[in-house]
């Protein structure tokens, strides 16, 4: 197994204008608190996410009531919680007074279908949430409420794992990797991860995996097939650098660090996750589906597989509502540049 890396690149020379970091046009932030110290923690990450993007935040936390077939609440120990919490969320939104425009409100129900039907009615595009709340990790990579928003909140989300929270008051991000597969849904990503790198002054790294090619395999392999593999692999790992060099190369920022990681075999989905590792990845930025994009399924196989595993804050970026299915197949079948899938 090999690892090739393109040289650092400090000042790339500008692109189109499809891929100006500055031209991301991004609305409003929820983030998701539950009144719990860890997903409180989460409240860095949105104000980065918000100074970054230039969007406003909405502080959002759910009061869950009992089931029907229990004793009605208080009223008046409902309306004490209910002040309580706003007065909660109004205070860590003054102590960030200059993270910008940062909105709390306090709504009832059942906490994924009313942050989802919120999200919806206030054109939401990005949702803030931890994988583990009030009730604390557990052997699940997503507790229940966290699982359903992946499933179903609109727009993008931004997962920050249990693993991952810690007490500073502040996020910092000096190193994004983005993960890339050839399709343009996986290249979608790089305008917000070049301004997020931009705004936190942090280094990108563009990664793709090269992976093994197979060979019909009825008996051993003879010195012709060995041979014949080793070149199919050299080709793949030549055009997966020069094509992350062109990418590269359209980031317009010039000052942005940009770096390619061209990452010869095993499985895209644990090559990934070890990277983060090893490279000391500060938040993962990829879009939900790749180039095997399914209709039926909300994340890819990849995408869902750092999701489960996920040990550093993730921004997972859907395709936007307006852009239907058959386009985007379109535009894979017109676009097909590489042979492997990074993200999926």
Not at 76 to 91: G, P, T, V, Y
Not at 119 to 134: E, Y
Request: one cysteine or more.
């Amino acid at each position: 197994m090999t690892e090739r890396r393109s040289s650092e690149n400090a000042s790339s020379p500008a692109g189109s204008a499809g891929m100006s970091s500055t031209e991301v046009p991004f609305g409003r932030i929820v983030a998701c608190l539950d009144g719990s110290e860890m997903g409180e923690r989460i409240f860095p990450h949105a104000v980065a996410m918000a100074r970054a993007l230039g969007a406003p935040l909405t502080l959002l936390r759910v009061l869950e009531g009992k089931a029907i077939a229990e004793a009605p609440h208080d009223p008046l120990a409902w309306d004490i919680r209910r002040r309580e919490s706003r007065e909660q969320l109004e205070r860590m939104a003054e102590r960030d007074a200059g993270a910008g425009s940062i909105d709390t409100e306090v709504i009832e129900g059942q906490a994924a279908e009313e942050i989802c039907r919120w999200a919806r009615r206030h054109r939401a595009s990005l949702t803030v949430l931890c994988s583990h709340g009030g009730s604390g990790e557990t052997e699940w990579s997503l507790a229940s409420t966290a699982r359903k928003l992946v499933e179903g909140a609109p727009g993008s989300f931004l997962l920050v794992p249990a693993a991952a929270v810690s007490e500073e008051r502040v996020a910092r991000y000096q190193r994004l990797l983005v993960p890339l597969d050839g399709s343009p849904r996986a290249e979608s990503v790089l305008p917000i991860a070049g301004r997020l790198a931009e705004a936190c002054d942090a280094e990108l790294l563009l990664a793709h995996v090269v992976p093994v090619p197979e060979l019909t395999e009825i008996g051993p392999l003879d010195a012709e097939d060995l041979e014949l593999r080793e070149q199919l692999a050299r080709r793949n790992e030549r055009v997966a650098s020069e094509y992350l060099d062109r990418l590269r190369s359209r980031l317009a920022s010039s000052h942005v660090r940009v770096r390619a990681l061209v990452l010869r075999g095993g499985d895209a989905r644990t090559r990934l996750a070890r990277v983060i590792v090893e490279q000391e990845v500060d938040l993962v930025v990829l879009s939900a589906q790749g180039r095997t994009a399914r209709a039926d399924v909300p994340l890819g196989t990849v995408t869902a597989y750092l999701v489960a595993h996920a040990t550093k804050p993730m921004l997972i970026v859907r395709q936007l509502a307006a852009v239907s299915t058959r386009r985007a197949t379109r535009a894979d079948r017109e676009d097909v540049r590489l042979p492997s899938q990074a993200t999926s």
